[in-house]
T-cell receptor, first 113, second 110 residues
Framework: DGGITQSPKYLFRKEGQNVTLSCEQN?????MYWYRQDPGQGLRLIYY???????QKGDIAEGYSVSREKKESFPLTVTSAQKNPTAFYLC????????????FGEGSRLTVL | GQSLEQPSEVTAVEGAIVQINCTYQ??????LSWYQQHDGGAPTFLSY????GLEETGRFSSFLSRSDSYGYLLLQELQMKDSASYFC???????????FGKGTSLLVTP
C-alpha cells in the first residue's frame, strides 16, 4: 500500500540531545513537508521541499534541520537549539506543488524530559 | 501573509447539519482546503475549492467566496464518528506551502 511512514511514533529525549525523525513516502510525490502541532493548535510549517536536493524554511524553522537527498525521504532533525521541542510532528507529501491536497503520515510524538 | 479564523468549538446533535466557518485575510491564494483530524491521528483531506461556489463530496460540502474572504465546511447527517477537529487551509500563490487555521473541534452528541 502506498503511503507515508513516520518513525518513531513516540520518542523521549533528554534536554540537550539532538533527535532525528524519519519520514518515508512511496507515493512518488515531489513535494514533502514537516509540520508541528501543539495541543489545541493548528499545524505550523517547519520546512518544506518541492524537489530533491532543495528545501525551504517555514514559519518556525529555528532549531530544526532537514535534508532531501532522495525523493522518498525527508528526515527532520530536532536540535538542542529548539527551545520547546515537545510536540506532535507531522510529515506530509503532495503530488505537485500547488495543490490543496496533502497526504499525512501518522505523526511522531516527541517528549523532552 | 495569511491569517485564518475558525470557531474553536462546535457542538451538534447526531443526524443534524453543522456548518464550520473559515474567514481569512490573505494577499492571494490558489484555493481553500479542509482537513479532518481525529484525536492523536493524522489529518486527512476532505475537500478543496479552487473556484468560488459549492463543492459536494458525499455528506460533506465546502463553499468558497473570494469576494467575502470566507469559506465553510458543511457536514450533513452527522454521525458520532464525525467528532473530530476540522482545519481550513489556504494554498498561497506566493510559492509557499499550505497554511492552516487553528482548527474547530466538533463534538457530535446523541
Amino acid at each position: 500500500d502506498g503511503g507515508i511512514t513516520q518513525s518513531p511514533k513516540y520518542l523521549f529525549r533528554k534536554e540537550g540531545q539532538n533527535v532525528t525523525l524519519s519520514c518515508e513516502q512511496n507515493l512518488n510525490h515531489d513535494a514533502m513537508y514537516w509540520y508541528r502541532q501543539d495541543p489545541g493548535q493548528g499545524l505550523r510549517l517547519i520546512y518544506y521541499s518541492q524537489i530533491v536536493n532543495d528545501f525551504q524554511k517555514g514559519d518556525i524553522a529555528e532549531g530544526y534541520s532537514v535534508s532531501r537527498e532522495k525523493k522518498e525521504s525527508f528526515p527532520l532533525t530536532v536540535t538542542s537549539a529548539q527551545k520547546n521541542p515537545t510536540a506532535f510532528y507531522l510529515c506530509a507529501s503532495s503530488i505537485e506543488w500547488d495543490t490543496g491536497e496533502l497526504f499525512f503520515g501518522e505523526g511522531s510524538r516527541l517528549t523532552v524530559l | 501573509g495569511q491569517s485564518l479564523e475558525q470557531p474553536s468549538e462546535v457542538t451538534a446533535v447526531e443526524g443534524a447539519i453543522v456548518q464550520i466557518n473559515c474567514t481569512y485575510q490573505t494577499s492571494g491564494f490558489y484555493g481553500l482546503s479542509w482537513y479532518q483530524q481525529h484525536d492523536g491521528g493524522a489529518p486527512t483531506f476532505l475537500s478543496y475549492n479552487a473556484l468560488d461556489g459549492l463543492e459536494e463530496t458525499g455528506r460533506f460540502s465546502s463553499f468558497l467566496s473570494r469576494s467575502d474572504s470566507y469559506g465553510y465546511l458543511l457536514l450533513q447527517e452527522l454521525q458520532m464518528k464525525d467528532s473530530a477537529s476540522y482545519f481550513c487551509a489556504v494554498s498561497p500563490n506566493s510559492g509557499y506551502a499550505l497554511n492552516f487555521g487553528k482548527g474547530t473541534s466538533l463534538l457530535v452528541t446523541p
